[in-house]
């Protein structure tokens, strides 16, 4: 067993981060050979899904653990489960990475270990940081603490700045293959073997979605009707139709990933302001000096359901262009896999009334309708031109 187990299809980043666990278990222990597979920043690259934090949370665990990232010891088993007092994991809610949050961190990653081995910061989607906060995480980077170690994650290095990123060593993660997938959630999570084939294809390689269409039929739900676009795209008024059901849809489903959790906050700190209690400080309502505090919760809160939303709304969008992909697959006969089997009959269907020609263009225009919500360009204005423009009638 090993920290790394979990890291599917990643076999030569596997190699990578254990030889520099090993040589950071030397550095440690003082008989440091002069092995430079160890560093201090360190940027884990990948397709969403690919695994990057999984990957990095498993480096973090090796370099605190004494062999090396056993995966049962209390060091891995912290560090995994994000507990350990020298694992700092920082993971941007919103739209942006706070500078503000950044301060704290840096603040934090050159302490001294508690532990005696290293002070790991972890950053998922680094790509989120503004640039103010890029500014204040270089000046972390440029000078690191003797035992400081940071974890940058981000879906490509062009995602960072290029003073940061030509100061880390790259870890590239690749799409991992669907049977790589497929096993993983058959062996892990005991999945049936059929609808782990399933899922992994229908999800593109992307390990946490195929892990939910494998299990919430809900989710399996919301993957069909997105399919169902397509077929349903005739003039105009269908296809304005189409485009508030598809952002409609996204935003459902961002409210039942976020809700439960958002009602659990609140109440927690209604409960450490001494809502509901008749204590010091509370004079009815809201307690004093809670309003700022739940504001500032409601605005985090805000923030994280947009970009959810925003997810969800770009899986829909990913899962469209693979169906156009599959359109495109009939009609050049190329005889490659289909990534959406189970909706073959439907592809084939456009694929006989429309030419390869305009399968590209349909393709190009789901591509700029993602663009353009990167661009915070309004979900429902990209959309609906989207649907414009995949129109066959
Ligand atoms: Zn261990």
Request: charged share 25%.
């Amino acid at each position: 067993m090993s920290v790394f187990d979990d890291l599917v299809g990643q076999q030569p980043v596997v190699a990578q981060l254990q030889a520099a666990a090993d040589a950071a278990g030397r550095i440690v222990a003082g008989n440091d050979r002069g092995s430079s597979a160890m560093t201090h920043a360190w940027l884990f690259t990948g397709p969403p899904g690919s695994g990057r934090s999984v990957a990095a949370r498993a480096f973090a665990a090796a370099l605190q653990c004494e062999q090396g990232g056993c995966g049962h010891c209390a060091a891995c088993t912290q560090a995994l489960g994000g507990t350990h007092p020298d694992v700092a994991v920082v993971v941007p809610e919103g739209l942006h990475l706070l500078v503000n949050d950044a301060r704290e961190v840096i603040l934090r990653s050159s302490r001294a270990p508690t532990r005696g081995r290293w002070q790991v910061t972890l950053i998922e989607d680094a790509d989120r940081m503004e640039e103010r906060t890029s500014n204040t995480l270089l000046k972390a980077v440029e000078e690191p603490p003797p035992h400081g170690v940071l974890l940058l994650c981000a879906p490509s290095v062009e995602d960072l700045l290029p003073t940061i990123r030509s100061r880390c060593r790259l870890v590239p993660l690749r799409t991992p293959p669907f049977e790589a997938v497929a096993e993983v959630l058959v062996r892990r999570d005991g999945i049936d073997p059929a609808m782990a084939a399933f899922a992994a294809r229908a999800a593109q390689g992307h390990i946490g979605r195929a892990r939910r269409l494998a299990r919430d039929e809900q989710a399996r739900r919301e993957r069909s009707d997105v399919l169902s676009l397509p077929r349903s795209l005739q003039g105009i008024g269908s296809a304005m139709q189409a485009a508030k059901d598809l952002v409609d849809a996204a935003q459902a489903e961002a409210a039942r990933l976020t809700g439960d959790r958002d009602t659990a906050e609140k109440e927690a700190l209604s409960t450490a302001l001494g809502g509901g209690a008749t204590g010091k400080g509370y004079t009815g309502g809201t307690p004093r000096g809670g309003a700022g505090a739940l504001k500032d919760l409601e605005k985090r809160q805000k923030s994280r359901g947009t970009r959810t939303s925003r997810d969800a709304l770009d899986r829909a969008l990913v899962d469209l262009a693979a169906f156009y992909r599959d359109v495109l697959t009939i009609q050049l006969r190329t005889g490659t896999a289909l990534i959406h089997d189970d909706l073959g009959e439907q592809a084939a269907t456009i694929a006989r009334a429309t030419s390869p020609e305009s399968t590209v263009r349909r393709i190009d225009a789901v591509l700029a309708c993602r663009t353009a919500l990167e661009g915070n360009v309004a979900p429902l204005l990209a959309v609906e031109s989207m649907a414009l423009a995949l129109r066959t009638g």
